[in-house]
C-alpha cells in the first residue's frame, strides 16, 4: 500500500489546475470531490449571507451531500487533500469526503489555494472527520506553481508526514 491519491475539491477551477499538476509530479491518482448538486455562481457569493455556500459554512454540522464514494482511498497510504480556503478553513464538503471513508492509518497532506487567507487551523478543524489518520498542515498553493515546484515541495515533506 503505497500508492498515492491526490484528491481535489475545487469551485471554480482554481483548485483542480493545482491538483492536476500535483498528481503529474508526483505520479499519483486524481480523484475530484465533487457535490451531488453542483454550486452556482449564486450559490458561491460569499458576500451573500443567503447564499449555499454561506449558509453551509455557517452550520457546523453541514454535510453536502457527493456526488460518489469512487474514490480509492483503501489502496492509498498517502493523500493529498485540497481545496479553497472558505471562510479560514475548509468547505464543509471536505469534511463529507472524510467521513465517507476510512483513513485510518493514513497520511493526509493537506494544500490549499486561497485569495487572501491562509490554511489556519484547518489541519485541526478536519481531525475529527478522520479519525486515526495523521494530518499534515501541508501549504498553499497560489498562483501557478510548476509541476517542478510541486514535486520539489512533495518531495521535501518530512519524513513523518510520507509513512
Not at 487567507?117 to 501541508?138: E, M
Amino acid at each position: 500500500m503505497s500508492k498515492t491519491l491526490v484528491a481535489y475539491f475545487s469551485a471554480s477551477g482554481t483548485t483542480k489546475r493545482v491538483a492536476a499538476k500535483l498528481a503529474a509530479a508526483t505520479d499519483s491518482d486524481l480523484y475530484e470531490i465533487k457535490p451531488a448538486v453542483p454550486y452556482t455562481s449564486a450559490d458561491l457569493n460569499w458576500q451573500d449571507k443567503h447564499s449555499r455556500s454561506s449558509v453551509e459554512m455557517s452550520d457546523p454540522s453541514s454535510r453536502p451531500e457527493l456526488a460518489d464514494n469512487d474514490a480509492d482511498v483503501a489502496s492509498c497510504s498517502r493523500i493529498f487533500l485540497g481545496f479553497p480556503i472558505w471562510w479560514y478553513t475548509a468547505p464543509a464538503i471536505i469534511r463529507s469526503f472524510l467521513e465517507s471513508y476510512d483513513f485510518t492509518g493514513k497520511t493526509i497532506i493537506l494544500f490549499a489555494t486561497s485569495g487572501g487567507s491562509g490554511l489556519g487551523r484547518t489541519a485541526q478543524d478536519l481531525a475529527s472527520s478522520c479519525p486515526g489518520a495523521k494530518i499534515a498542515a501541508g501549504r498553499l498553493l497560489n498562483g501557478n506553481p510548476s509541476e517542478a515546484e510541486l514535486r520539489q515541495w512533495a518531495e521535501n515533506i518530512p519524513a513523518a508526514a510520507k509513512e
